[in-house]
């Protein structure tokens, strides 16, 4: 059980058709709304119809109560593979590997991934308070802080293990809010400076206010299809090089310090076929910026605990050495609930395909995609990671 | 070190009365488990049969082995914490209202690591002494207090929240005419209450221990006869919204079975007493009482009864009156669900035989009304709901959670009882 060598790559496979429906901070309109519009601008972008999308995968926290399987009469369709994957911020990278398998195995022609979530004003606190079962019975309870509260004792146990200062995630944080100045769809406009990020107000000590994402509505999505397909389509492209996906990994560590990405990345590599130094660009999850020094150690850019070394000595900007969430992530374009999970993800498309609607990466070849989701009593239970490269040039 | 509380200013009439806002109140069956444990303030986990593990969250399957036999158990209040967190933004108005708000993770002694509310006087690294009680949605939670007592450690306004501690807070004791009565109007005071309010039925006519009792500050004596509408309707038109802890000392018993007696009169008084006396006060302090329960550092916090061990199973001797102590003590029961989410805990404190006239030929041990009164004084400090004060309650209250069925033959099957 241990060689995992007989591992399949997804050869053949693409993910293209990258799309953003533009959040919006607070939106009377429903998850339906907001995943139906994603499902039709992938339709316009890609001039494919209601009958050649045979595969659909849905990723949102406020369809409730349908699932993905009532969007299939919603919005007319009629799949032959569907799928509805409840991970949160691994929802993205997750889609894709099941999707890129299916179409791999002839199961389907093309998948339609979507994720897309409602904001209403109450929307935020209706899906905290009846997350998860073990959240409900021993963590809603103490304060019901939500995320901040459990990242808060996470932040604060990590900074205590590795010497980390609020300077060194303040470094991430700022550096996104540059990357976001030039991405349209980013709801924060204004530029973030190092002092702004230290005086911001605590929100749950050490998390400060810009530590936090802003919840929002929005959607993201992308097509998985054959090559060729998207070739006769006229479709820009990138190839998976490889997947990775862990849930629940370390379960005895008192307190989160690591992810399932530590568990399995010397084998996410070795299928990948390249090292982390060849990565042009890395989008990760990043609700909090914990977690994405979390994602830069486990993933292997560099040992654990050095990722405040790590951030201190790379620019993360896009024109920097280590181009990092280069659409400003959550932290600076908002949370659209799963969209959150799809948004490193459809980023880094955009990049390989020189679609980028803010600022490109020169020369972005080959892509690291990170997702990480579902805070369940105490900590992320989801991980998950993709290594993409463009579709072009050796292709 | 907390600071000192301070005693609470008196109140404008005319200032608004903040609504009773409870904490999420929404658990699992399991947990629910949790919660009626916490009630009696045992910390208890569940633990593995099969492997040993102990599991948290509360499961319905063990997380190491998937076997389905867990078994609650107390375990050791020790463990450290190991990161904390100050809340300064929170979804729920509780909470809101009430911030900052701290919380932490610990790792407990027996394996687990819980979020707990945390005692002002702990640090991160500190070992610390956790406690489970239940919160003002009546649901079990976890606090942690510092290892060793520290200066002004009850007013910690955290733990403050899971007691009924009677510092600062006005009582109304609903019977002093008795040795039990009085008993508790000192302790009462001993424990810190404000002020105590002295429920004397018949008024008119002298009781042993009068003057003493109307001679001790901070008393007001209030006529108050429970078995009496008029009574119980006027003392709470002029007390009743002052009341933050009442205990209610009205207890009417004489032995015998149905068949022992010759027709329902005595049973008849002890209804009106035990049963209908605790309704009636329900009905007329209660509601204020319920509308009271985050009125600032003296809100209204408990209603204590007085319960006999034999109402949660008979004993012959006292069959009839255990019977009507039964009836009171179901009252209770539902009058948990009258006070849910009101911020009111709903003690219910059982006792043995009391060491007084009404218990006169039985022999030891008997619970003497001091003892009695520090009991009820002691669930308070606590914040637990229920409690069993004295050997005899004791001993019933384990035998009955061992085995129902079990302990009604050992208290109905005469030849049992040497």
Known sequence: ?395 | MVDALKPPKRKDPLRYTRLPLAPPGARSRAALRFTARAAEGRLMLQQCEACGAFAYPPRDICGGCWSDELRWRDIPPEGKLLAETTLHASTNVYFRERLPWRIGSVKLAAGPVVLAHLHGDVREGDDVRIIARTDKSGQGVLMALPAKETENMSDDKALRALTCDPKFRRVLVTDVRTPLGQAVVRAALTAGASKVFLGVAREWTPFAGREALYALENTEVTPLDVTDGTSVSEAASSIGGKVDILINTAQYARPGTAMARRDVVTARDEMEVNFFGAMRLLQAFGPAMRGRGADGENSAVAWVNLLSVYALSNWPAYGVNAATQAAAHSLSQSARADFAGSGVKVVNVFHGPLDDEEHQPLPPPKVTPMALASGIMTALKEGVEQSFVGDIARDIAERWREDPGLLERELTLTKNLE
């Open chain 1, 1 to 395: 059980m241990g060689n995992r060598a007989h591992r399949k790559g997804y050869d053949g496979v693409v993910v293209t058709a990258p799309v953003t429906i533009p959040y919006e901070r607070y939106s009377p309109k429903p998850a339906h709304w907001w995943i139906g519009r994603a499902l039709k601008t992938l339709s316009t972008r890609s001039k494919l119809e209601a009958k050649d999308i045979d595969g659909l995968s849905v990723s949102s926290f406020t369809l409730f109560p349908d699932t993905a399987v009532a969007l299939t009469q919603h919005f007319g369709l009629s799949p032959r593979w569907l799928d509805h994957i409840p991970m949160g911020g691994a929802s993205g990278v997750v889609a894709l590997r099941r999707a890129a398998r299916a179409v791999a195995a002839g199961d389907v022609e093309v998948v339609a991934c979507v994720a897309g979530d409602a904001n209403h004003v109450n929307s935020f606190r209706n899906t905290l308070t009846a997350f998860s079962r073990f959240s409900q019975d021993a963590s809603y309870p103490y304060g019901s802080g939500g995320p901040n509260a459990s990242f808060a004792l996470m932040t604060r146990n990590y900074m205590n293990a590795y010497g980390v200062t609020r300077e060194d995630f303040g470094r991430i944080c700022v550096a996104q809010r540059v990357n976001a100045l030039s991405f349209p769809h980013a709801l924060m406009k204004k530029p973030l400076s190092m002092t702004d990020y230290l005086g911001a107000r605590a929100v749950a000590d050490p998390v400060h206010l810009f530590d936090c994402v802003m919840p929002c509505a929005g959607a993201e999505g992308f097509l998985v299809m054959r090559e060729e397909n998207a070739r006769a389509l006229g479709l820009p492209f990138a190839r998976i090089l490889s997947t990775t996906e862990r849930h629940n990994a370390f379960p005895d560590d008192p307190i989160q310090y690591r992810g399932g990405w530590a568990l399995d990345k010397d084998e996410f590599w070795a299928m990948a076929g390249v090292s982390p130094d060849a990565v042009d660009l890395f989008e990760t999850y990043d609700d909090y910026p914990v977690i994405v020094m979390m994602q830069i150690e486990d993933l292997g850019f560099c040992g654990k605990g050095e990722a405040a070394e790590f951030v201190r000595s790379r620019a993360l900007t896009v024109d920097g050495d280590f181009p990092h969430n280069t659409s400003g992530g959550q932290l600076s374009v908002g949370q659209a609930g799963a969209a959150g999970g799809y948004l490193g993800l459809v980023e880094a498309v955009r990049q390989l395909t020189g679609e980028a609607l803010g600022a490109q990466v020169e020369n972005a070849k080959i892509a690291a995609v990170s997702g990480f989701g579902m805070i369940n009593f105490d900590r992320g239970l989801c991980t998950a990671a993709a290594v993409l490269v463009s579709g072009g040039g050796d292709g």
